[in-house]
């Protein structure tokens, strides 16, 4: 699998990125210089110096990671450490150079190694990965491990199906990680973005989980009673919806202003706008006890939690979940029982 040490253009915020399709157009690669062709022959090791070297002179982030990413794909490999050594050393095609420069030049125009090589993995799948679409981070993975877990000990009380709705599902990670580790589950998967709906489609046709997976093209802030309506009671509401400070967006680096869509970002001036109306919709799309899982910012959980008490009584805030970094992460939510159920249960 890819090492989860790559976060070009993401370490500032360690999570959420951003980039408008009309920036420099979804597909577009900013002019840059690239070095020149090689006069000589050059082998796989030689150009990873090279690359990295013109990398760091550009202030391209990560430049050896980078570096190495690319070539190894060009290879035919996951990464340069489980090539043979016969294969770094010996001298590069002249179509293999040729194909090296055009993908070391859109990684200098900044574009992200993601989207340059055109897959990431996630977990155990490997996804393609086209701007603008939202590159799923590191974090979301601890995410789809809180929803794994619950889930699984439920399935032990006996054969129970259960389905899952996401909103927000940009590439399909969240959605296609838990149909992959959960035969019997079913999931909705929503998003505004239809770039993002047709790039988890084509996810889940090659991975063969289309089956058990609905996409819909749906905006959950303008489409509310659309999206009620494709859902009956799910057992599952996940998100890792936008939850960037609006303030913020400017002052992300390039990877992430240039190439990946904003509005899988903005959440607006406290960073909770679309986050508030998939709480406010949980009570009416979960079942009984069913439970609302959310990647955040870490200022938001204590502002969450009042929120709802304040606002969504059907909502019982359960916990705060810590990511690797020991940064408050994932909000856990469940929905009561409804007075009405109660009274049913007392006949």
Not at 164 to 176: D, P, R, T
Not at 246 to 275: C, N, Q, R, Y
Request: net charge negative; charged share 25%; with cysteine.
């Amino acid at each position: 699998m890819w090492r989860r040490s790559l976060r070009a253009g993401y370490r500032c915020f360690g999570r959420r990125s951003v980039g408008p399709k009309g920036f420099w157009g979804s597909h577009a690669v900013r002019a840059c210089s690239a070095p020149a062709f090689p006069a000589g022959r050059i082998t796989a090791l030689q150009a990873v110096d090279l690359w990295k070297r013109h990398f760091e002179e550009k202030g391209v982030t990560e430049p050896h990671h980078s570096s190495q990413y690319i070539i190894a794909h060009l290879l035919g490999a996951k990464t340069i450490e489980i090539l043979e050594q016969k294969k770094l050393t010996e001298f590069l095609s002249q179509e293999k150079i040729e194909q090296m420069w055009k993908l070391c030049t859109r990684r200098l125009s900044r574009m992200p190694v993601q989207y340059v090589i055109e897959e990431w993995d996630f977990r155990d799948l490997t996804l393609k990965m086209r701007p603008p679409v939202f590159i799923p981070r590191p974090e979301t993975e601890e995410l789809v491990e809180l929803v794994l877990t619950d889930l699984q000990m439920k399935q032990t009380d006996g054969d129970v199906q259960h389905t899952c709705l996401e909103v927000g599902c940009g590439s399909g990670a969240i959605s296609l990680s838990l149909l992959y580790s959960l035969p019997q589950l079913t999931v909705i998967a929503l998003d505004q973005s239809q770039d993002a709906v047709d790039l988890t489609r084509e996810n889940a046709l090659r991975l063969g989980l289309q089956d058990r997976l609905q996409i819909h093209h749906t905006d959950v802030l303008k489409d509310a009673e659309t999206v009620l309506s494709l859902c009956n009671p799910v057992s599952v509401f996940v998100s890792n919806p936008p939850y960037l400070f609006s303030e913020d967006m400017m002052s992300l680096e390039p990877e992430i202003l240039w190439f990946e869509d904003h509005t899988a970002l903005d959440g607006g001036k406290d960073g909770l706008k679309v986050i508030k109306q998939i709480l406010t919709l949980a009570p009416q799309i979960l079942s009984n006890y069913g439970r609302v899982y959310l990647e955040v910012d870490p200022k938001h959980p204590p502002l969450i939690r009042q929120w709802v008490e304040v606002n969504v009584e059907e909502l019982h805030y359960v916990e705060t979940r810590h990511d690797i970094t020991g940064r408050p992460r994932f909000c856990i939510l469940q929905k009561k029982k409804s007075n009405k159920d109660h009274e049913l249960d007392l006949d």
